[in-house]
């Protein structure tokens, strides 16, 4: 079975809360799909790992940078970058990108996602290292 959704012009991007799901939408069982927006100068509200999820990001538009352990990687269009499991990681839309940055989180896990269940570890506490 193929399903087919509309997620709008670029500029539409994420809705309301800057991150729309695709999963339940186009009915995926073993790979995620979401589209994103964050705004110039916003970050993610906290960095976290999956114990089994795989996740590729890919930058469409916007400027900014990626925390991947310890490593900070910059981030502009047509970057992808593969989020191993177990790895903690976070993003940011640098201040002065010139747009808000865009990108899509694909997501997988070797089996049906819905049999891995949440598997985040999150960690609110931890300083991203563009905050000091």
Same mark, same amino acid.
């Given at each position: 079975?193929?399903?087919?959704?509309?997620?709008?012009?670029?500029?539409? =991007?994420?809705?309301?809360?800057?991150?729309?799901?695709?999963?339940?939408?186009?009915?995926?069982?073993?790979?995620?799909?979401?589209?994103?927006?964050?705004?110039? *100068?916003?970050?993610?509200?906290? =960095?976290?790992?999956?114990?089994?999820?795989?996740?590729?990001?890919?930058?469409?538009? *916007?400027?900014?940078?990626?925390?991947?352990?310890?490593?900070?990687? &910059?981030?502009?269009?047509?970057?992808?970058?593969?989020?191993? &499991?177990?790895?903690?990681?976070?993003? $940011?839309?640098? &201040?002065?990108?010139?747009? &808000?940055?865009? =990108?899509?989180?694909? $997501?997988?896990?070797?089996?049906?996602?819905?049999?891995?269940?949440?598997?985040?570890?999150?960690? $609110?506490? $931890?300083?991203?290292? =563009?905050?000091?």
């Amino acid at each position: 079975m193929s399903n087919v959704t509309q997620i709008g012009e670029l500029a539409s =991007w994420g809705g309301e809360k800057g991150k729309q799901f695709l999963d339940k939408e186009i009915g995926t069982e073993f790979a995620g799909v979401s589209v994103n927006t964050t705004a110039p *100068g916003g970050e993610s509200p906290f =960095w976290h790992a999956h114990a089994k999820i795989e996740e590729i990001y890919i930058v469409v538009d *916007g400027r900014g940078e990626f925390a991947l352990g310890d490593e900070v990687l &910059p981030l502009e269009a047509g970057t992808a970058v593969r989020v191993a &499991p177990g790895v903690m990681h976070a993003l $940011r839309a640098l &201040p002065e990108s010139p747009s &808000p940055m865009r =990108w899509l989180c694909i $997501r997988a896990a070797g089996q049906e996602l819905a049999s891995v269940g949440h598997d985040a570890e999150l960690d $609110r506490e $931890r300083p991203f290292p =563009w905050s000091a």
